[in-house]
């Protein structure tokens, strides 16, 4: 007979979040994948669960995920943990249970905490129309992800690192001056805070105080009127006929219209050759 896995959310911070079900199910089950198999020990210990890890993460997906499916096609059950919140969101779980799904292997959610929704209903923004991108890219690529996610108009959430965040405010600061943003930090932990302002405010506090801790940003959708690249083409060429010069012009014009500027600034200079 078949095994299952299970996608068991673990506490994000709190121990005190894991649920009756998932700490059942972690005794229960043969295996439990983990991503890191000390920090997940902690966890165990403290609740007294003895069942054996296997170790589960990016680095070794590739060869572990074949053994974790034989396992289960050979009857065993096996738990998805990560090393905090929901398994297979931004993490190797999705593999793991792309591959389950192909063996027709039964997969079974075990719900519980998840700091990207954790973040989303305290930031006051629209929670019916959003777009969770992960952790966004690295270098040159990162300004132009969030040169397109700055204009939809869907909250946006993201994970971010403590080196990369003053680095990610500033670009947006740079796309969409006036956007607002909430900074999650140290969910459901002893220092648990929400920060909100523009880019420019964030940095600001963040420069006076540090950056520590594990954050998830939150950024308001683009609620401009929806206006056309053509009718931005037009407000471009009248700030140039002011004395503007065309980069300033298109940064101007990109913020006040929800337009993107890379794609103003390479039309009007195609246009010009």
């Known amino acids: ?19 009756a079900r998932a700490i059942k199910i972690l005794q229960e089950v043969d295996y439990i994948a983990a991503e890191d198999t000390r920090r997940t020990g902690l966890l165990l210990n403290h609740f007294s669960i003895k069942t054996p890890m296997l170790q589960y993460h990016k680095f070794n997906e590739k060869k572990q995920v074949l053994k974790i499916i034989n396992k289960i096609l050979e009857g065993y059950n096996v738990a998805l943990v990560s090393d ?3 398994p297979g969101i931004a993490d190797p779980g999705q593999i793991l249970v792309e591959k389950a799904l192909e063996n027709n292997i039964q997969v079974i959610p075990i719900p519980g905490p998840c700091a990207l929704i954790c973040a989303l209903i305290i930031s006051g923004f629209d929670t019916t129309n959003f777009k969770f991108v992960g952790f966004l890219p690295k270098g040159n690529q990162k300004g132009k992800e969030l040169e397109k996610l700055l204009l939809e108009p869907s909250t946006i959430v993201c994970y971010q690192s403590p080196h990369d965040l003053l680095d990610t405010l500033e670009k947006i ?4 001056p006036n956007r607002k943003i909430v900074v999650v930090r140290e969910l459901t932990k002893i220092y648990e805070e929400r920060l909100a302002g523009t880019a420019s405010e964030l940095i600001n506090i963040f420069k006076e105080k540090g950056v520590k801790g594990e954050f998830t940003l939150v950024i308001e959708g683009n609620n401009l009127p929806q206006y056309t690249l053509e009718q931005g083409i037009a407000e471009v ?7 503007y010069y065309l ?11 929800g337009l993107s500027q890379r794609e103003l600034y390479q039309h009007m200079l195609k246009k010009d050759s």
């Open 1 to 19: 007979m078949v095994g299952k896995l299970y996608l068991c959310a673990t506490p994000i911070g709190n121990l005190e979040d894991i649920s």
């Open 84 to 86: 905090a919140g929901t």
């Open 173 to 176: 600061d740079q796309l969409h």
């Open 237 to 243: 060429e009248t700030l140039l006929e002011q004395g």
């Open 247 to 257: 980069k300033d012009a298109c940064k101007h014009v990109g913020s006040k219209m």
